[in-house]
Every structure is written in C-alpha cells, then in structure tokens.
C-alpha cells in the first residue's frame, strides 16, 4: 500500500507558477513509477506527467511540454510538479498516482491521491 498526499495547488494568474509536491508513504516509493494526472469539471481524467522510479526517462503530455517540469526525490519521498506560464486551461484537480511502470493510461496506476486545486484566473 502506498499513500499519496497532495500539496501545493491554489489561485495563480495566467503565466504564474506553481509547484506541486506529493509526499508520499508506505510501500518503497522508489519502486514506483509516479505520474500527475488532472481532471477539470465536466472532462475525463487527463495525463500530465509521468517519471520512471530512478528518474531516468519522464513523459509529457503535449500540452504542458516546456512548461511543466516533473521531478522526485526518492531519499524524501517526495514528488514534484514545477508549473510555469500557467494558462486558463491549465485549471483543474491535480493529483499523482503510483504504478509499476510509466504509462500514460490512468486505469493502469495503483494508488492515487486525494487531489490538489489548481485555478489560473485569465
């Protein structure tokens, strides 16, 4: 078992930054391969950005490529979402996942958190 805890999200203008952390506990999180997905109201659950365990290879979606920048720090447990040039369309709930292997493909991680509010005011 693994338990994810969100942090970091809020009200940012367009173009602002943000950074999300995701702590995380139990099982090795090392082990894990960690991603950030997001879903706004009304729309399905969307990849962001995803990081094999020895953060050797990360994954992008097109839509936040050059803006988003995702990390992790195995020693603390800790995952990263370094937001930059925010957009309205970048609204939504925010949350990080854990699973085997990196995909793309939500219905394939494990554990999740609980989410973390981001809203880009234009």
């Known amino acids: 078992q693994v338990q994810l805890v969100e942090s970091g999200g809020g009200l940012v203008q367009a173009g602002g930054s943000l950074r999300l952390s995701c702590a995380a506990s139990?099982?090795?999180?090392?082990?894990?391969?960690m991603a950030w997905f997001r879903q706004a109201p009304g729309k399905e659950r969307d990849f962001v950005a995803g990081?094999?365990?020895?953060?050797?290879?990360?994954l992008y979606a097109d839509s936040v490529k050059g803006r988003f920048t995702i990390s992790r720090d195995n020693a603390k447990n800790m995952l990263y979402l370094q937001m930059n040039s925010l957009k309205p369309e970048d609204t939504a709930v925010y949350s990080c996942?854990?699973?085997?292997?990196?995909?793309?493909?939500?219905?394939?991680?494990?554990?999740w958190g609980q989410g973390t509010q981001v809203t880009v005011s234009s």
């Open positions: 996942a854990a699973a085997r292997a990196l995909y793309s493909d939500y219905t394939v991680y494990d554990y």
């Open positions: 139990g099982r090795t999180f090392s082990n894990y391969a």
């Open positions: 990081i094999r365990w020895g953060a050797s290879s990360t």
